[in-house]
């Protein structure tokens, strides 16, 4: 490799210096730092007259996984338009960590741009490069690789350590929150943004539709997410930023609906990289995810929150005639076929009448053409509403007037019984399963029924472990003082001596209504399981008392 001869017959050498630091290598090496590279390569071409500096380049935060800095990318125009010939770095690390990469650049692109390259402290000079060189240079590059594969190892332990233990890992917080001053790694909620969610949460909750909702923070002008970060002196940037990022979309308001971190659970590690060389982000299955709940200070409560979710999968459509959504839009199923049913209208005598009819009726579909008129639906699922809004009260009432102390023995006494069962069933079904193994050897039984029959027994064993585990586990709870959940009852006191059957007042209580051909109609609530562990509970508590 030649330079530029001078009088005296020796080569000179046009040189641009390149400096390197990433975060990882800034992290207590004060050797590394962009300074202390720029000290050691000037005082090398101090030594050396025959180089003269003719640029400098660095990239401050850049990894050397990979050669995308823009740092080396103008060291590389610099030596192709040949105003340098000669490159120089403190080590080969500062160049890259890329085994493969690193190598092409030393063995191809700078022998065939006619550069000579310099690494100090590696002793590495391609002018002067002996037979040993291609034994060390190779063994240098993966050493520095390897070393950049560990690193990214012990990153990813540590963040995943992190996100387990609840510690928020993100740039920016979601709307609704910020990071706490006290610890960056904790959320809580803003302020201003938080009654914000909880409008949108609300206002679902009486029918309107993501747009509607939309519309309405745009009417009120109110900051969409990004402008209300952004109006908060925060560097937001997003990668779905578009023409409509400075208003309220339906889809903004949807993500915000089905986000679970409004309840308090938080999310992480939903997206990453497969290895250190790899930047692009890919999804990864949610079994990878970190879910961490009662994380953090909930902003909508999980029991509005679930209820929003199974409205958000059901046809809510609004009418263009009316301002929202009609109060069993989307709650009703014909019960003969499962299929929902839809709204209809006739008129008679000049007047509209509207009824609810089965969507597989029309075309000769698997039902009849029975129908129900909303008016009278309406008023049916009025009166069993309120007939389940009475029935929780007085239930409400009656666990009240036992006090938490007999409702504790009674709840202690319930799970005594059913962990003295499953024990049972325990005990007995490792018998049956002990006992096959000698029917198999008597050959008493196939080898394939031993199978099927021991895989039976193993199931229902492991079952009832896991009963009788969760059973303890309340159980612990109950005994430690624990209060009874009374969540799911204020929901139903809500609404107690409601007149009028209002859209929130469905979508609230009820799951969904089954309407049968001979007009009969069929209810399913919400809180079933909990209105019968409660009427259960009541019973017992009575005993008690």
């Given at each position: ?22 975060k990882?290598d ?9 300074v ?20 400098e ?13 823009p740092g ?10 040949g ?7 403190k080590?080969?690390?500062r160049?890259?960590?890329?085994y ?22 590696d ?27 560990e ?14 233990n ?6 920016f ?54 402008e ?5 002196g ?5 990668g ?6 400075g208003v ?10 089905i986000?679970?971190v ?6 992480q ?14 999804s ?33 459509r ?8 009609l109060?069993?839009?989307g709650?009703l ?12 209208s006739?008129?008679?005598?000049g007047?509209?009448?509207?009824y609810?009819?089965?969507?597989t009726?029309?075309g000769?579909?698997?039902c ?38 007999n409702?504790?023995?009674?709840k202690v006494?319930?799970?005594d ?13 490792k018998t ?7 029917a ?8 394939e ?24 586990s ?16 204020e ?6 001596g409601?007149?009028k059957?209002?859209r ?9 209504i089954?309407?049968y051909?001979d007009?009969?109609?069929?209810i399913?609530?919400n ?10 509970l ?8």
């Open positions: 490799m030649g330079g530029f001869i001078t009088e005296n017959g020796s080569d000179s050498y046009r040189a641009v210096a390149y400096y390197r630091l990433s990882d800034g992290n207590g090496h004060e050797s590394d730092s962009i202390n590279q720029r000290k050691l390569i000037r005082e090398y071409i101090k030594n050396h007259p025959n180089i003269t500096l003719v640029g380049e660095q990239d401050d935060g850049y990894t050397g996984t990979n050669f995308d800095r080396f990318c103008r060291v590389i125009e610099t030596v192709k338009a105003e340098a010939n000669c490159v120089i770095v080590d080969l690390s160049l890259g960590r890329e493969i990469e690193t190598g092409k650049y030393l063995e191809m692109t700078f022998p065939a741009l006619g550069v000579r390259f310099i690494a100090i402290n002793d590495i000079d391609s002018e002067h490069r002996g037979s040993g060189d291609d034994i060390i240079i190779p063994v240098k590059n993966i050493m520095n690789e390897a070393y950049c594969r690193l990214s190892k012990k990153l990813r332990r540590q963040f995943k350590v992190q996100r387990m609840g510690e928020f890992m993100g740039a917080a979601c709307y609704g929150y910020r990071k706490s001053p006290e610890d960056k790694h904790k959320l809580v909620p803003d302020e201003f943004a938080a009654e914000v969610v909880k409008i949108i949460f609300s206002l679902k909750a009486r029918g309107f539709s993501q747009q509607r909702i939309a519309d309405f923070l745009n009417s009120e002008g109110i900051l969409p997410p990004a209300y970060k952004k109006s908060k925060s560097n937001y940037k997003s779905f930023s578009s023409a409509s990022t309220w979309t339906a889809g903004t308001v949807r993500a915000i609906l986000n679970p409004y309840t308090g659970t938080l999310i590690g939903k997206r990453g990289t497969p290895n250190y060389k790899i930047k692009k982000m890919r990864r299955n949610p079994s990878e995810w970190a879910v961490v709940e009662n994380n953090h200070e909930p902003i909508v409560d999980p029991l509005l929150f679930s209820a929003v979710q199974k409205v958000l999968g059901r046809d809510t609004t009418s263009p005639t009316l301002d929202g959504v109060p069993l839009a709650m199923f014909c019960g003969d076929c499962g299929r929902a049913m839809c709204r209809r006739v008129n008679r005598c007047k509209k009448f509207y609810y009819i089965c969507s009726s029309k000769g579909g698997e009849s053409g029975h129908s129900f008129e909303q008016g009278k639906l309406e008023k049916a699922v009025l009166h069993a509403v309120i007939g389940r809004i009475k029935a929780v009260v007085e239930v409400d009432k009656l666990l009240e007037e036992y006090g938490q102390k409702i504790a023995s009674a006494k319930g799970l019984l059913l962990i003295a069962d499953k024990t049972a069933n325990i005990e007995k079904n049956f399963r002990m006992k096959l193994y000698e198999y050897t008597d050959d008493l039984i196939s080898r029924e031993y199978d099927r029959m021991r895989e039976k027994y193993s199931a229902q064993i492991e079952d009832d472990t896991l009963a009788v585990e969760k059973a303890e309340e159980k612990r709870e109950v005994m430690g003082g624990k209060e009874r959940d009374r969540g799911w009852i929901q139903f006191l809500r609404f107690d409601a007149e059957l209002t929130e007042m469905v979508f609230t209580l009820v799951d969904r089954y309407v051909e007009k009969r109609i069929k399913i609530f809180y079933c399981d909990e209105f019968a562990a409660s009427v259960e009541a019973q017992k508590s009575k005993e008690v008392g």
